[in-house]
Each structure stands twice: as structure tokens, then as C-alpha cells.
């Protein structure tokens, strides 16, 4: 059964950092794309960043770009969230995505994504 499962989310003040982890289990996604989304109270879910099956490929939202650094370690079977910076409008529920089909590019569509973790709670206050 695959899973992904977050974590590194918690409380941080503005202007602070935090690095989310991303651990797959079930089955190998080094050639596949993956993805962090997130989701605040009363918002629809929003495309934070993605990266390519190579690692070479990143994707971001122009809300975090300069802040946020995507990564991977295929050998561990792990995507990062590298957040700095952070301000209060960071605060969501954050979530790891991968896409079954390998070879793929970094994706910012929510729909191209098949499995999805459970989420980490980040809060960012002021």
C-alpha cells in the first residue's frame, strides 16, 4: 500500500523557518514528479511548489518563490519543504503529492497527482 507521510509542520514566528519531510513507503517514486500543496481555513487547495523525477525541474508559486526550496533524495524515497521566511499568510495545512506516471516534468495542477499524505499543520504567527 503506498503512503506519504508529512511531517516537520508546527508553530513558528514570522520571519522563522521550517523544513517539512515527505517519506514515501509501497512503492519506489524516484521517477516520478512530486509535489507540496497546502490548504488554509476556508480556502481551496493551493500548489506550493513541485519537482521534476530527475530533481533538476522545480516549480513554484509566486507567493513562495524566494522563500521556498523544493528537494529530493531518491534513495531515501523523500521530498523536502525547505520554508524560510515564513509570515502568517504561510499558515495551512501543507501536503505532499506524487504522480504515478514516471518521467514526468514538476506539475502544478492538483488534478495530475495521484497519492497524498495526510498533511502537517504549519502556523506562522505574528
Known amino acids: 500500500q503506498v503512503q506519504l507521510v508529512e511531517s516537520g509542520g508546527g508553530l513558528v514566528q514570522a520571519g522563522g523557518s521550517l523544513r517539512l519531510s515527505c517519506a514515501a513507503s509501497g512503492r519506489t517514486f524516484r521517477y516520478n514528479a512530486m509535489g507540496w500543496f497546502r490548504q488554509a481555513p476556508g480556502k481551496e487547495r493551493e500548489f506550493v511548489a513541485a519537482i521534476s523525477w530527475t530533481g533538476r525541474t522545480t516549480d513554484y508559486a509566486d507567493s513562495v518563490k524566494g522563500r521556498f526550496t523544493i528537494s529530493r533524495d531518491n534513495a531515501k524515497n523523500t521530498v523536502y519543504l525547505q520554508m524560510n521566511s515564513l509570515k502568517p499568510e504561510d499558515t495551512a495545512v501543507y501536503y505532499c503529492?506524487?504522480?504515478?506516471?514516471?518521467?514526468?516534468?514538476?506539475?502544478?495542477?492538483?488534478?495530475?497527482?495521484?497519492?497524498w499524505g495526510q498533511g502537517t499543520q504549519v502556523t506562522v504567527s505574528s
Open positions: 503529492a506524487a504522480d504515478k506516471s514516471p518521467g514526468t516534468q514538476a506539475r502544478s495542477s492538483s488534478t495530475l497527482y495521484d497519492y
